[in-house]
């Protein structure tokens, strides 16, 4: 396991051209993290992307119009034939699939479970990018349970696919560092990046047969379930750090929350964005009290310590920072 820390000198870019005959690849996926990595992978001369799959556009907003996934759309970008069959049930989809002929398949954040009929095509190798250093966090939401687990380690592993969820043996893998400030949507954005370059090295590796494919511990699985929305609600009776992971991993979606009694009694809803726990002790005050501005921060009160949120978005309403809240919403004006 090799850590980044920001230098360029392991991209893509920067490993010369290898004069082998390309992979014929076909890439599998659908959300922004899997486009990130095929916007790489279009770039590395290794890997000749024949086709794209990803899930068929679904119906989206208020006007229910279909949205083509961002795996669709930087496919089309680059004129390469796109497949959205609903699963691999009909053997007319898994023989398409098969008449493209792939050396690999590259899987990431597809969105459907491939049967063995499917795993079997590649000539050489079903690989998937999976956001974690497995064995931790098998499973949907790998990014988000390291984050809420309080892990300062997250990184990315390139994987033989097999039947068993996320179970493969580990061909390349890379650490990043989580900053105790730093949410699910800023490790995704990086992890995005990192998936794209690490399957690069993974089509090097294959292209010239130098790898490895190591096995993972079992002993040493976690798995990280999928993301409900109600698990955004904070529960202030907990320390601080441990509802500062909860925020921060809940941040930008499902997004974290809790209902708050203003001065008049009635109750509002609070979306609260990931800020940072304060040095204070919490007054003797129930959990869950906005004392008002702090530092510049909405001051809540945890079990122990104090949360400073830089804004809260009450539901229905734009964010407001500490001093517009406060004014607008405690009579509490500067």
């Known amino acids: 396991m090799e850590e980044i820390a920001g230098s360029s000198q ?32 279009l770039k590395f001369d290794a890997a000749d992307i024949v086709a794209a799959y990803t899930q068929p556009d679904r119906p989206c ?36 699939l098969a008449a493209l002929k792939p050396d690999v398949l590259v899987v990431a ?28 966090w098998r499973g949907a939401a790998p990014i988000q349970r390291s984050i809420e687990n309080g892990d300062v380690v997250t990184g990315i592993s390139i994987m033989k696919m097999e039947a068993g969820l996320d179970t493969g043996p580990v061909m390349v893998q890379r650490a990043l560092r989580i900053g105790h400030n730093d949410h699910a949507g800023t490790i995704h954005d990086e992890l995005a990046k990192l998936g794209g370059i690490c399957i690069c090295e993974a089509m090097a590796r294959l292209q010239t047969g130098a790898y490895d494919l190591k096995p993972q511990d079992d002993s040493l699985a976690t798995y990280a379930k999928k993301l409900e929305k109600k698990e955004g609600e904070i529960d202030w009776n907990q320390p601080a750090e441990k509802i500062h992971n909860r925020i921060r991993a809940m941040y930008p979606w499902p997004g974290a929350f809790f209902d708050w009694t203003n001065p008049e009694g009635k109750s509002l809803r609070l979306n609260v964005t990931p800020g940072e726990v304060s040095g204070e ?13 702090m530092e510049g921060k909405l001051a809540i009160t945890t079990a122990d310590r104090i949360y400073l949120t830089p804004e809260v978005k009450p539901q229905g309403k734009k964010a407001m920072d500490a001093t517009a809240f406060t004014c607008g919403y405690m009579k509490e004006c500067k």
């Open 61 to 96: 907003g208020r006007g229910r119009q279909c949205k083509p996934s961002p795996v669709k759309q930087v496919a089309l970008e680059n004129d390469i034939p796109v497949f959205q069959p609903v699963n691999f049930k009909d053997q007319a989809d898994v023989d398409e």
């Open 281 to 293: 002790s919490a007054p003797k005050v129930a959990p869950g009290t906005i004392l008002g501005e």
């Open 10 to 41: 392991n991209t893509p870019e920067s490993w010369g051209a290898v004069d082998l005959k390309p992979l014929r690849v076909v890439f599998m996926g659908t959300p922004d993290f899997a486009a990130e990595a095929l916007k790489i992978l």
């Open 109 to 136: 954040a597809y969105g459907l479970i491939l049967p063995q009929s499917v795993l079997d095509i590649p000539t050489v190798l079903p690989l998937n990018i999976h956001a974690s250093l497995l064995p931790h």
